[in-house]
Nanobody, 124 residues
Framework: QVRLVESGGGLVQAGNSLRLSCVLSGRTFSYAMGWFRQAPGKEREFVAAISWGSGSTDYADSVKGRFTISRDNAKNTVYLQMNSLKPEDTAVYRC??????????????????WGQGTQVTVSS
């Protein structure tokens, strides 16, 4: 059974940084990883994705240039470095995994496995 566990959320002031981590366990396949967020009263929003071999990445326009996704396959961990945080980045952040080949990314919302999420709150 695949399990995803996020960590690293918290309360920060605008302009500061946070790094989220997501550890995957139980996998027996190569997989792409994605980060999503959902603010109260809003729909889930794609944030970023990275392929199994890290050669392909994708970012939402709203975070491009501020957020960086990376991964360490030896640790089964994906990271989301979030810089220059804004109050509008406040949300529950969830990671997701989807079986994919070395450099492939799934369609932005086509992920099978999901974590429970970690809260990020950015104060103004």
């Amino acid at each position: 059974q695949v399990r995803l566990v996020e960590s690293g959320g918290g309360l920060v002031q605008a302009g500061n940084s946070l790094r989220l981590s997501c550890v995957l366990s139980g996998r027996t396949f190569s997989y792409a990883m994605g980060w999503f967020r959902q603010a109260p009263g809003k729909e889930r929003e794609f944030v970023a994705a990275i392929s199994w071999g890290s050669g392909s990445t994708d970012y939402a326009d709203s975070v491009k240039g501020r957020f960086t996704i990376s991964r360490d396959n030896a640790k089964n961990t994906v990271y989301l470095q979030m810089n220059s945080l804004k109050p509008e980045d406040t949300a529950v952040y969830r990671c997701a995994a989807e079986p994919q080949g070395w450099s492939s990314l799934p369609l932005r919302y086509d992920y099978t496995y999901w974590g429970q999420g970690t809260q990020v709150t950015v104060s103004s």
